[in-house]
């Protein structure tokens, strides 16, 4: 059946979650995630087997440079030069790094359009400060729950999809059924398209940030009536890119963010994860992946855990 394109605007409006958890929320979708959910979702870690999901914070990692580069890590003491009582010496280190170069969150600041952020918020009160509403420090306590990783790559039979190439709410119900898993309210949910092997296959930073695989805008629509909580995949901005309309921009960042108040989780690892799924045909587990409380943060690095 062919999927339809809708158009961005009138997405937004029907899938508005403005005022469902009051006129000051500045949470959204992971008020799903409710304390019950996560007391469910902590008995899926059953054999202990835990998988990182974060990439390297390095130098090596897919920022080409410009509006975003890779982490800089520097020595501020290595222990030379260090004559202190008893013998002790120390070392220490710091990061430049913009708070979204590797596996991060998009928080609900990170996007507006006609003026406004999530839940009415005004786009100007995203300053020099921060963000007045709306920063990632709200999110500190509410990410954490029901994941599940739904395959596409895998489903489609390839290392990884193309640039350009559309997932859809066709694929995700296909994926569930061959997985044999169903997405639910306050759930974490993991798209893989592939796109980190392709990056450490081709470690070409220009390459990758060229275009993606990634959710289309009727994806939109999917996850609202599944009240998922969070988004992610392993490509660098979740949805398809060029996008399904000429001359537009990420237009479902937009919906999820700005609309339905969805926090987006980007550049994810799910290599080791996917392969394991595949393996014990599991693929639901406990997510634990917290940002870091940066005030008036727009996103935050994360390095998230799956525990199955």
Not at 20 to 30: F, K, M, N, Q, Y
Not at 101 to 124: I, T
Not at 130 to 153: E, F, P
Not at 217 to 242: K, T, Y
Request: aromatic content about 8%; proline content about 6%.
């Amino acid at each position: 059946m062919a999927e339809t394109v809708p158009d961005m605007r009138e997405l937004g409006a029907e899938l508005r979650n403005w005022g469902r958890w009051g006129p000051g929320d500045e949470r959204g979708t992971t008020n799903l995630i409710t304390p019950e959910r996560v007391a469910a979702a902590a008995r899926l870690a059953r054999t202990g087997t835990v998988f990182d999901l974060g990439i390297p914070l390095d130098g090596d990692g897919p920022q080409p440079g410009g509006a975003r580069i890779n982490p800089i890590r520097l020595m501020s003491e290595n222990g030379q030069e260090q004559v202190l009582p008893g013998g002790f010496r120390w070392a220490d280190d710091y990061v430049f790094m913009p708070l979204q170069s590797a596996s991060q969150y998009d928080g609900l600041a990170h996007v507006m359009y006609d003026e406004q952020l999530y839940n009415g918020r005004p786009a100007g009160s995203v300053t020099v400060k921060g963000a007045g509403y709306n920063g990632i420090h709200h999110q500190a306590k509410g990410i954490a729950g029901r994941g599940v990783l739904l395959d596409i790559a895998r489903l489609r039979g390839v290392d990884w999809l193309a640039a350009g190439e559309v997932i859809g709410p066709d694929d995700l119900d296909a994926a569930c059924a061959a997985q044999g898993v169903e997405v639910g309210p306050g759930d974490i949910l993991l798209i893989r398209t592939g796109y980190r092997k392709k990056f450490l296959t081709e470690r070409d930073p220009v390459e990758f940030m060229k275009g993606e695989p990634g959710l289309g805008l009727e994806s939109a629509r999917w996850l609202h009536a599944r009240d998922v909580a969070v988004v992610g995949s392993d490509n660098w901005a979740v949805e398809v890119l060029p996008g399904e309309h000429d001359g537009a921009l990420f237009e479902l960042h937009m919906v999820l963010i700005r609309d339905m108040g969805m926090t987006l989780a980007e550049l994810l690892d799910l290599e080791e994860l996917a392969e394991h799924c595949a393996g014990d045909g599991v693929y639901e587990f406990f997510y634990a992946g917290p940002p870091l409380k940066f005030t008036r943060g727009i996103g935050s690095p994360i390095n998230p855990l799956a525990l199955k």
